[in-house]
């Protein structure tokens, strides 16, 4: 019997390089490949996934680490080149004497994207402002008076420019709005699980007392939001966003669309 660290060695050079006949002699009848939203059973479905065209470009894209010992598993690494942004793997082998029973493919994040100046991309704004309407309202974060961390809700939130938000806040006597005059610094989140879309917004609220500011805010906000509020009580807040981060989605090669916009000096 070879020893465990080989077969791995011998596995990564067989998909490398197209070597179907040493993969189906590595491969279990009843082998299980096991990936982000895909699990495939058997010696042909799994030795068909490894050697189609995309799957071999994957692993012969990356520089591979010699196969090393994990618990009950063979672990091989393999890490995207210098100056590439392919996706690393993380493979985790389980052997049955000289066959392998079970791979699991596991993607390494990409490095972040480069910042590019904060416009708010015309999905993202369109998922901001339709949030509440499909049951996603957006999470807000602030710091209280005391100095803890305070999550909220927040129904009235929309886009107001390029680079800013805007809410209605019902209680202008409320901890939020006093809490944003000595601390302005905000958080919100994002979350769409079907398509798995998540996205982190951070800036600076404060209070704008303009009258054409409080309508447009009041009129842009939700009618659920509008029907607390009939006789305007409340106050318009705008955050000026300085950092904005997330993908649109995952899917079978990772996130989707990332994006990393920052405010300009």
Do not use: C
């Amino acid at each position: 019997m070879s020893e465990p660290t080989e077969q791995a060695e011998r596995l990564r050079q067989a998909v490398t390089d197209g070597r179907a006949a040493e993969l189906a002699d590595l491969l279990h009848p009843d082998v299980r490949l096991m990936a982000l939203g895909k699990t495939l059973v058997g010696a042909d479905a799994v030795a068909a996934d490894l050697l189609s065209q995309g799957g071999r470009a994957a692993w012969r894209a990356l520089v591979w680490s010699p196969p090393s010992v994990a618990g009950a598993a063979l672990r091989l690494r393999g890490e995207r080149a210098a100056g590439t942004r392919e996706r690393g793997l993380v493979l985790s082998l389980f052997f049955e004497g000289d066959r392998l029973r079970t791979l699991q493919i596991q993607r390494i994040p990409p490095p972040p994207p480069e910042a590019r100046p904060l416009v708010l991309p015309p999905a993202l704004r369109g998922a901001i402002d339709r949030a509440l309407v499909e049951k996603r309202p957006m999470l807000l974060a602030h710091v209280g008076a005391d100095g803890q961390p305070v999550l909220s809700f927040r129904g009235s939130t929309q886009v107001y420019a390029d680079d800013q938000l805007a809410m209605w806040v019902r209680n202008p006597d409320g901890d939020f709005v006093r809490a944003i005059a000595s601390n302005p610094r905000v958080a919100f989140m994002y979350r769409n699980e079907e398509a798995r879309a998540t996205y982190q917004l951070q800036g600076r609220a404060r209070v704008v007392d303009d009258e054409a500011v409080r309508q447009r805010v009041f009129d842009r906000s939700a009618e659920a939001e509008r029907a607390h509020d009939f006789a305007m009580l409340g106050v318009a807040v705008l955050v000026d966003l300085d950092r904005v981060e997330g993908w649109a989605g995952v899917g079978p090669q990772g996130q989707i669309d990332t994006i990393h916009l920052r405010r300009e000096a």
